[in-house]
Structures are given as structure tokens and as C-alpha cells.
């Protein structure tokens, strides 16, 4: 996959996306009365969210896809993605599951010592581990079902990305995800001001085409690399 591959997919996802919650809007329309419309509203709150957690969880994905692609070996990406990739060895280290098909010595009998061996097993393999090819998991990836701004920090976080450039519609993110919530389990009775609602379109918008952004330049200029990264 190339970084123009890339911006490609993640355009055609979020292209759908928005024209759906565009066909859903202009049923509005049809609905003369403005009580009727609140009410309305309340399922396009629905749709919006789940289009802003839907389209994050793949594009993260769609991005660590583009990255297992490169054929990259480990030390050479940018610490957050090499943590990352090595999912497999940091559990099979914290577990300390004495028949781990990667840590294979014998483990000495005296448990006091079982954890510092363990420690200097890992250095030991440490640079093997570095010097494999590099391969992230899809499920690194979790919006939790709730995808608060916290939330999204966390999974731009563990892919190596800026965690906070979206900081400034934390409060519409946040706000979303709760009315959502609040909509879903049968708790809101009130509609929805138009307003309110175009307030939290556009802002999701802009966050949405500004993940694409962030993806797509870290991907052309190749900013997972240690080497180029200025962060």
C-alpha cells in the first residue's frame, strides 16, 4: 500500500460516511413540525456518533494496514509503534508463563529470583526483538464503545500519533458521546436543537477530515520512522 493508496481509502470511507448522515438530514425536510424535528434529531445524534467512532477505529486500522505494509523492521519505527508491534513478547514477559514459546530457558526454582530472570531474559532478546519486521495488530485499536476524547487520545497514543492536536473540540466530542449515550439507553426525552446538533456536526467533521490529514502526512512523510519523526 502507498501513502496516495492510503489517503484513497480513508477518503472513500469517509466519503460514504457523510453521505449518509446527508440523506438522513434532509429527511428534516419532510417533517414540518419543529417538535417532530427535535425528535427527529435525536436518531441523527445516533448516526453522527457512530459514523465518528466507525470511521476513527478504521482509519487507525486502515493506517496500521498501510504500516505492516512497509516491511519495516522494529527499531526503526518511532517508540510508540514498535511498543505496538511487540504485543506478543510484552504479554508473554508479563505473564511469566514458564512453557512461553518465546522465552524457552528454564526458569530457576527460587521464585524470588523469577522475576528478575525474566528481566534479564528480555534484555538478553532484546535486540532480536528490535531487529524483527515489524507487524501491528488491528485490535491495538479499541474505541472502548464510547469514544471520548480520552479514549481517542489513548489509540492515537499507542500508534505513535499526536495525542493532542484534537484538543480543542474535546468539549464537542465529549458532549456527543454523552448525549449519545444518553439517547441510546432510553434517558433523554427531550429532543434535539438544531443548533446544538449543527454544532456538533461541523465539529466532528473537522476532526474526522483532520484524522485523514494527520494519517496521510504522517504516512508521506513517513514521520513512524525514527529518523524523520520531529515530534
Same mark, same amino acid.
Given at each position: 500500500?502507498?501513502?496516495?493508496?492510503?489517503?484513497?481509502?480513508?477518503?472513500?470511507?469517509?466519503?460514504?460516511?457523510?453521505?449518509?448522515?446527508?440523506?438522513?438530514?434532509?429527511?428534516?425536510?419532510?417533517?414540518?413540525?419543529?417538535?417532530?424535528?427535535?425528535?427527529?434529531?435525536?436518531?441523527?445524534?445516533?448516526?453522527?456518533?457512530?459514523?465518528?467512532?466507525?470511521?476513527?477505529?478504521?482509519?487507525?486500522?486502515?493506517?496500521?494496514?498501510?504500516?505492516?505494509?512497509?516491511?519495516?523492521?522494529?527499531?526503526?519505527?518511532?517508540?510508540?509503534?514498535?511498543?505496538?508491534?511487540?504485543?506478543?513478547?510484552?504479554?508473554?514477559?508479563?505473564?511469566?508463563?514458564?512453557?512461553?514459546?518465546?522465552?524457552?530457558?528454564? %526458569?530457576? &526454582?527460587? !521464585?524470588? *529470583?523469577?522475576?528478575? @530472570?525474566?528481566?534479564?531474559?528480555?534484555?538478553? #532478546?532484546?535486540?532480536?526483538?528490535?531487529?524483527?519486521?515489524?507487524?501491528?495488530?488491528?485490535?491495538?485499536?479499541?474505541?472502548?464503545?464510547?469514544?471520548?476524547?480520552?479514549?481517542?487520545?489513548?489509540?492515537?497514543?499507542?500508534?505513535?500519533?499526536?495525542?493532542?492536536?484534537?484538543?480543542?473540540?474535546?468539549?464537542?466530542?465529549?458532549?456527543?458521546?454523552?448525549?449519545?449515550?444518553?439517547?441510546?439507553?432510553?434517558?433523554?426525552?427531550?429532543?434535539?436543537?438544531?443548533?446544538?446538533?449543527?454544532?456538533?456536526?461541523?465539529?466532528?467533521?473537522?476532526? %474526522?477530515? &483532520?484524522? !485523514?490529514? *494527520?494519517?496521510?502526512? @504522517?504516512?508521506?512523510?513517513?514521520?513512524?520512522? #525514527?529518523?524523520?519523526?520531529?515530534?
Amino acid at each position: 500500500m502507498t501513502a496516495d493508496e492510503l489517503r484513497a481509502a480513508l477518503e472513500t470511507e469517509l466519503a460514504w460516511r457523510q453521505e449518509e448522515l446527508a440523506f438522513f438530514k434532509n429527511q428534516l425536510n419532510n417533517i414540518p413540525d419543529e417538535n417532530d424535528q427535535r425528535r427527529y434529531r435525536k436518531s441523527l445524534v445516533l448516526i453522527l456518533y457512530s459514523h465518528m467512532e466507525g470511521y476513527v477505529k478504521i482509519a487507525l486500522q486502515t493506517y496500521i494496514q498501510y504500516i505492516n505494509s512497509q516491511q519495516i523492521s522494529r527499531k526503526d519505527v518511532i517508540s510508540g509503534l514498535m511498543v505496538a508491534g511487540m504485543n506478543k513478547e510484552f504479554n508473554a514477559y508479563e505473564n511469566l508463563d514458564r512453557k512461553c514459546a518465546i522465552f524457552r530457558r528454564k %526458569l530457576p &526454582e527460587d !521464585t524470588s *529470583l523469577h522475576r528478575f @530472570y525474566r528481566r534479564v531474559d528480555f534484555m538478553e #532478546q532484546l535486540d532480536t526483538f528490535k531487529d524483527t519486521t515489524l507487524v501491528v495488530e488491528d485490535r491495538v485499536v479499541d474505541t472502548e464503545s464510547n469514544l471520548w476524547y480520552i479514549v481517542l487520545q489513548k489509540n492515537l497514543y499507542k500508534i505513535g500519533l499526536p495525542i493532542d492536536m484534537f484538543g480543542q473540540y474535546c468539549g464537542e466530542i465529549n458532549a456527543l458521546v454523552n448525549r449519545r449515550n444518553s439517547i441510546a439507553h432510553g434517558n433523554a426525552r427531550a429532543g434535539v436543537e438544531q443548533q446544538e446538533f449543527l454544532n456538533w456536526e461541523t465539529k466532528i467533521s473537522l476532526v %474526522l477530515s &483532520e484524522v !485523514t490529514r *494527520l494519517l496521510y502526512d @504522517y504516512a508521506i512523510h513517513q514521520k513512524y520512522l #525514527q529518523s524523520n519523526n520531529q515530534a
